[in-house]
């Protein structure tokens, strides 16, 4: 079945470093990935998502592109800020699958100033 | 703006005496859903509705029970609360699509149970 595997947290950066969180999946058709941010005591909230191969999406500086070769979405930011501490789960939806969207387990993320 | 609605957005109840999460949308979308999420883990899918068919996961406890009068609520009920159903309790909603697959969710805030 349908699977994504991210990176164990926490990530622990300072303020200004790059960021990079690992994605990858498992899927049996051409799914949509995602990325959500939860920030504390909050809901998720959809930060950004490819449809298609090579596709890159990008949001508030963050971007990830689907690169199908390595079945990967990883998420990249060139400065991170304080205000990014958060959880981020990586998410596919699998029109091969179930429609039933599935998440990874989350990588919590902690910047310091 | 359009969105989903959850209330309360902190709830408090007893050992054993039911309780009723809310949730709301104005997207008419035909897909909704309710997560249960402990600290520092991922949501766990409890059961979602797609229009009115309603769909378990299996491993969802018989305490759990859900209702979706119409489009727009969507409602869980937990009948005995255990300690151990603390959480964090997530609504969302998604447009299924014609092709298969579904677009992104939209969640609520969240209701944060406490049993007491």
């Known amino acids: 079945g349908d699977s994504v595997t991210q990176m164990e947290g926490p990530v622990t950066l300072s303020e200004e470093a790059f960021l990079t969180i690992n994605c990858t999946y498992t899927?049996?058709?051409?799914?949509?990935l995602f990325w959500y941010v939860q920030y504390p005591g909050e809901g998720l909230q959809l930060l950004l998502k490819a449809t298609k191969a090579d596709d890159k999406g990008s949001n508030k500086g963050f971007e990830a592109t689907y690169r199908k070769e390595t079945t990967s979405f990883h998420l990249e930011k060139g400065s991170v800020q304080v205000s990014d501490s958060a959880v981020y789960f990586c998410?596919?939806?699998?029109?091969?699958?179930?429609?039933?969207?599935?998440f990874g387990r989350g990588t919590s993320l902690i910047v310091h100033p | 703006d359009a969105m989903v609605i959850q209330n309360p957005r902190y709830q408090v109840t007893q050992f054993g005496k039911p309780v009723t999460l809310s949730c709301s949308q104005t997207l008419n979308h035909n897909v909704m859903y309710w997560y249960q999420q402990k600290s520092s883990q991922a949501p766990k899918l409890l059961f979602h509705y797609y229009d009115k068919d309603f769909n378990n996961e299996a491993d969802t406890p018989d305490n759990f029970q859900s209702r979706r009068p119409n489009t727009s609520f969507c409602f869980l009920d937990i009948r005995s609360p255990g300690l151990g159903d603390a959480a964090m309790y997530l609504c969302?909603?998604?447009?299924?699509?014609?092709?298969?697959?579904?677009?992104?969710?939209?969640f609520g805030s969240g209701t944060q149970l406490s049993v007491l």
């Open positions: 998410a596919l939806s699998d029109p091969g699958g179930s429609y039933i969207p599935t």
């Open positions: 899927a049996t058709g051409y799914p949509s």
């Open positions: 969302a909603t998604s447009r299924r699509l014609g092709t298969g697959g579904s677009e992104k969710l939209f």
